[in-house]
């Protein structure tokens, strides 16, 4: 049998950046283009350079590489996305119709596209909030994910196209900057602490919300990317669960390192975006149809964030 041919949209971005190499390290170099609006900071092979909202330029790609499976990253994320709403919500939903209808179009056999924890309001239970509930959410973000979720349920039934998605909580990586979400002054953290730098953290301490480790996260993906199809039964968005805390214990833990690291809570607009999400999330579905389960608590992400940017600051 033919082997699958992955295109991700987007390769260049914290996600992008960490499973480009886990993809090609499972499938094979030349089998996974990657491909992102700006061009990457390092040569990489098999780049393609792409706006995801021009479909005749992405129908092009598709076609030149005998594209079967896409993953599709791209997206403005929950702060960035706030500075201008409508050009978020065009760019989100734009490039996820090209995506769709491309996968019609060229019978692709797997599209992945990420939804977010940002699909919830605060008027859900915020501790284990349900996989099954009202989403109102505060953010374009989030409006534009909402609708993405049914878009994805939409194809998948009216097309049979194979479109699968998890909502992931706030990434912590080491591989690339976040671009723009609430939750990355968790990632900004370590490099404060490694450098030596004061950190202004722009939540307040004891603002619980859901996170994940990247390798938990990259392994969710191509775990429920490679379940045979009648494990996936959920065809809007995954909940998924990694850890959860606040500022104030990741500050903790990383003075466990750095005794002399220090931090201010001088929360700003992304206080009022991290209200309104969850402090945990129910992921029983992904764990009962596909087996998903958890490896990083704070302690293990921790060492193993700071094991790695050392390396990287070496
Ligand atoms: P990111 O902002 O780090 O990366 C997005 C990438 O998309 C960037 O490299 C950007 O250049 C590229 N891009 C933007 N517009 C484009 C366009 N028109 N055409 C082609 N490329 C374009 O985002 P990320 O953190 O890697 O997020 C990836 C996906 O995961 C997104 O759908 C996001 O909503 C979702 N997600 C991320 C997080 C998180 O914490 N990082 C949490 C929940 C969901």
Not at 5 to 34: C, H
Not at 149 to 165: F, I, K, P, Q, T
Not at 243 to 268: H, I, N
Request: with cysteine; net charge negative; aromatic share 10%.
């Amino acid at each position: 049998m033919k082997i699958d041919k992955i295109l991700i949209i987007g390769a260049n971005g914290q996600v992008g950046s960490a499973l480009l190499p886990k993809l090609r390290s499972i499938y094979g170099e030349e089998q996974v283009i990657a491909s992102d609006l700006a061009l990457p900071s390092k040569p990489l092979s098999y780049f393609e350079q792409v706006d995801a909202t021009d479909k005749q330029s992405l129908a092009n790609l598709v076609k030149k590489h005998d594209i079967t499976q896409i993953y599709h990253l791209a997206a403005i994320l929950s702060a960035k996305g706030e500075a201008d709403p409508i050009w978020a919500w065009n760019v989100n939903m734009q490039s996820l119709l090209n995506v769709l209808g491309i996968g019609r179009e060229f019978k692709l056999h797997k599209i992945f596209v990420p939804s977010s924890i940002a699909v919830f309001g605060s008027n859900v239970p915020a501790d284990l909030t349900p996989q099954d509930v009202v989403l109102n959410p505060s953010t374009i973000y989030g409006v534009s994910k909402v609708a993405t979720e049914n878009m994805l349920n939409y194809y998948a039934g009216r097309y049979g196209l194979d479109v699968r998605s998890l909502r992931y909580p706030g990434i912590i990586s080491y591989q690339s900057l976040p671009g723009g979400g609430t939750t990355d002054y968790a990632v900004e953290i370590f490099h404060t602490a490694i450098s030596g730098r004061r950190f202004n953290c722009y939540l307040a301490e004891h603002t619980t919300l859901p996170m994940i480790y990247i390798d938990d996260a990259i392994r969710a993906t191509i775990e429920l990317m490679e379940a045979p199809i009648d494990q996936v039964k959920v065809r809007t968005s995954y909940n998924l669960s990694g850890l959860s805390f606040t500022p104030g214990e990741l500050f903790k833990q990383l003075q466990q390192y750095y005794p002399d690291f220090e931090c201010d809570f001088v929360p700003d607009f992304r206080q009022y975006i991290a209200d309104s999400w969850p402090n945990s999330i129910d992921d029983e579905d992904a764990k009962n149809d596909w087996g998903w389960k958890v490896e990083f608590d704070l302690a293990r992400m921790t060492s193993e964030m700071i094991a790695h940017l050392s390396d990287l600051e070496l």
